[in-house]
Nanobody, 122 residues
């Protein structure tokens, strides 16, 4: 069974940090791109960061540059999203998804996790 599971979300004060994890089971992440997306209440789902199979990071959202970083550990079959200097506007459900390349990961991509809630208080 192919499965992606996000974890690490929670409640944090503005300026704090969280580290999200996206763990895969049933297949290997080695040859896939993995993207982090987020959806705030009443808003469209937006891309945040993506990492390619060759460990190249792509920023989808300018608002997280200098604050968020993506990484992958193929040995653990896991991708991470390090979130620093969090702001209330970062509050959203965060999802991970996979596809062949970062540019083609969209909401139509086949495999998504269930999401993890990140809430940033003022």
């Amino acid at each position: 069974q192919v499965q992606l599971v996000e974890s690490g979300g929670g409640l944090v004060q503005a300026g704090g940090s969280l580290r999200l994890s996206c763990s895969a089971s049933g297949f290997s992440l080695d040859y896939y791109a993995i993207g982090w997306f987020r959806q705030a209440p009443g808003k469209e789902r937006e891309g945040v960061l993506c990492i390619s199979s060759s460990f190249v990071s792509t920023y989808y959202a300018d608002s997280v540059k200098g604050r968020f970083a993506i990484s992958r550990d193929n040995a653990k079959n896991t991708v991470y999203l390090q979130m620093n200097s969090l702001k209330p506007e970062d509050t959203a459900v965060y999802y991970c998804a996979i596809d062949t390349r970062c540019p083609v990961i969209t909401t139509l991509s086949e495999y998504w996790g269930q999401g993890t809630q990140v809430t940033v208080s003022s």
